[in-house]
């Protein structure tokens, strides 16, 4: 996805645009919190609103519990990864699968490291808005896909249905998967996250045709119960040639990765990141808060810390 913490509604929106263009916020601790030996932590911040609810989470108990100073950097999922091999980022929080760097950072260059898993179960694949899957039942089959392709089809998607995904800089087998399961469909982008979000909901909202990419965890499932379109099964290996995949997509366990010399620091910070595990709803939670009640990043943040004590405080460490 492969995937910025979050200040007013206005503020909101300048965040967004500074993901656009690799911005970089620092954070530092609030008066009468020592620095401890925490020093400073870099973390990349990916462009989707469930990574942004992490980095705010994590963020706010590095500064306030650890005394830490905090640098959001807003990057590309490559760049993230070319971060912690450059020495600019010291940490990545939802990393979605890519073998492939693993391999190339981890298991070659020996730059990064894994750092365990965040909790989170992610989902990526084909959806259609309620209404489609009620009123068109079979719609939900890729095979039937087709018959359909006139009802998605617009003035720029040269008579053939469009396809909607979302930000460009997600990794997506969508162009493939048309042209391999010889589908008569073109994918176009919404452009980013949010524009895709308000897709779907207009979608469900005035009856209009809609399929596209979408991905648990995020916060918009628990207000539109969007409906899978099935593809053919997922298999280990199914999805090894980007060229030729025809199958679904994989099911993630997410993970975190550092820079190896932050995880071998002693750092706190590393400590703390390492133990940092959630669910699917908890990120819901904060995801939901920072976009449709337009919280700033710290307080999206407590309100969650506020009713959990028990898990985070199993984050902090010993003395």
């Given at each position: 996805?492969?995937?910025?913490v979050?200040?007013t509604?206005?503020a909101?929106?300048?965040?967004?645009?500074l993901a656009?263009?690799?911005?970089?916020?620092e954070?530092t601790?609030?008066?009468g919190?020592?620095?401890?030996?925490c020093?400073?932590?870099?973390?990349a911040?990916?462009?989707?609103?469930g990574?942004?609810a992490n980095?705010?989470?994590?963020?706010?108990?590095?500064?306030r519990e650890?005394?830490?100073?905090v640098?959001e950097k807003?990057?590309t999922?490559?760049?993230s990864?070319?971060?912690?091999?450059?020495?600019?980022?010291d940490?990545?929080l939802?990393?979605?699968g890519?073998?492939?760097l693993?391999k190339?950072?981890?298991?070659d260059a020996r730059?990064?490291v894994?750092?365990g898993l965040?909790g989170?179960k992610g989902?990526i694949?084909?959806?259609v808005?309620?209404w489609?899957?009620?009123?068109?039942?079979?719609i939900?089959?890729?095979?039937?896909?087709?018959k359909?392709?006139?009802l998605?089809?617009?003035?720029?998607s040269?008579?053939k249905?469009?396809?909607?995904?979302g930000?460009p800089s997600?990794?997506?087998?969508?162009a493939?998967?048309?042209a391999n399961?010889?589908l008569?469909?073109?994918v176009?982008?919404a452009?980013?996250?949010?524009?895709l979000?308000?897709?779907?909901?207009?979608?469900?909202?005035?009856r209009?045709?809609?399929?596209?990419y979408f991905?648990?965890?995020?916060?918009?499932?628990?207000?539109?119960?969007l409906v899978h379109?099935?593809?053919p099964?997922?298999t280990p290996?199914?999805?090894?040639?980007?060229?030729?995949?025809?199958?679904?997509y994989q099911?993630?366990?997410?993970d975190?990765?550092g820079r190896?010399?932050?995880?071998?620091?002693?750092?706190?910070?590393?400590e703390?990141?390492?133990?940092f595990?959630?669910?699917?709803?908890d990120?819901?939670?904060?995801?939901?808060d920072?976009?449709?009640?337009?919280?700033?990043?710290d307080?999206?943040?407590?309100r969650?810390l506020?009713g959990?004590?028990t898990t985070?405080?199993?984050?902090i460490?010993k003395?």
């Amino acid at each position: 996805m492969v995937r910025d913490v979050l200040r007013t509604a206005a503020a909101a929106a300048c965040a967004l645009a500074l993901a656009a263009c690799g911005a970089t916020t620092e954070v530092t601790a609030p008066p009468g919190v020592p620095d401890a030996d925490c020093g400073t932590v870099t973390i990349a911040v990916n462009p989707w609103v469930g990574y942004r609810a992490n980095v705010a989470v994590v963020g706010y108990l590095l500064e306030r519990e650890l005394g830490c100073t905090v640098i959001e950097k807003a990057l590309t999922e490559n760049e993230s990864w070319e971060g912690l091999t450059g020495g600019s980022v010291d940490v990545i929080l939802e990393n979605w699968g890519h073998d492939d760097l693993k391999k190339k950072y981890i298991d070659d260059a020996r730059t990064a490291v894994e750092l365990g898993l965040t909790g989170n179960k992610g989902v990526i694949g084909w959806y259609v808005p309620p209404w489609m899957a009620a009123e068109y039942p079979d719609i939900t089959d890729w095979r039937n896909l087709n018959k359909y392709a006139g009802l998605f089809a617009t003035a720029a998607s040269g008579g053939k249905g469009r396809f909607l995904d979302g930000d460009p800089s997600f990794v997506t087998n969508d162009a493939a998967l048309i042209a391999n399961l010889k589908l008569d469909y073109t994918v176009s982008y919404a452009g980013s996250e949010e524009k895709l979000i308000a897709a779907f909901r207009a979608a469900e909202a005035n009856r209009s045709p809609l399929i596209g990419y979408f991905y648990e965890p995020q916060w918009l499932l628990s207000e539109i119960d969007l409906v899978h379109v099935s593809l053919p099964r997922y298999t280990p290996g199914c999805d090894a040639d980007p060229q030729t995949v025809a199958c679904d997509y994989q099911p993630y366990d997410l993970d975190k990765i550092g820079r190896k010399k932050f995880a071998d620091s002693g750092s706190p910070a590393a400590e703390l990141i390492k133990r940092f595990q959630w669910t699917n709803a908890d990120q819901n939670a904060v995801a939901r808060d920072l976009t449709v009640a337009q919280l700033p990043p710290d307080e999206a943040a407590k309100r969650w810390l506020d009713g959990h004590g028990t898990t985070w405080k199993s984050w902090i460490p010993k003395d």
